[in-house]
């Protein structure tokens, strides 16, 4: 089994940075892509920002110059560095693994497609 552990949220003054972390946990062989969605009251949830496992990046238009996403591998984490953060960066923030390969307690590998952590709140006060 495959889980996702987020965490570093919190409430933040406009203008302010938070650091995002997501662990992937479980005998992980490999993860393709890993990646950032938020999810706004009353709105669809949105990419912010994805990594594949050779470092190829994508963001947001809305957060291009302002947030990183990087990654370590060894540790099966991906981070968000986010900076200037803007009211309208308030949302809940979840991670995403793409394509993770896995042994099971049976011993058998499994591919998961897509396995999404649980969430962590980030408030941008003006």
């Known amino acids: 089994q495959v889980q996702l552990v987020e965490s570093g949220g919190g409430l933040v003054q406009a203008g302010g940075s938070l650091r995002l972390s997501c662990a992937a946990s479980?005998?992980?062989?490999?993860?393709?892509?890993m990646g950032w969605y938020r999810q706004a009251p009353g709105k669809q949830r949105e990419m912010v920002a994805t990594?594949?496992?050779?470092?190829?990046?994508n963001y947001a238009d809305s957060v291009k110059g302002r947030f990183t996403i990087s990654r370590d591998n060894a540790k099966n984490t991906v981070y968000l560095q986010m900076n200037s953060l803007k009211p309208e960066d308030t949302a809940v923030y979840y991670c995403k693994t793409e394509d993770v390969i896995a042994a099971q307690v049976t011993g058998s590998i499994k591919r998961y497609l897509a396995v999404w952590g649980q969430g962590t709140l980030v408030t941008v006060s003006s």
């Open positions: 990594i594949t496992s050779g470092g190829t990046t």
């Open positions: 479980g005998n992980i062989f490999s993860i393709n892509a």
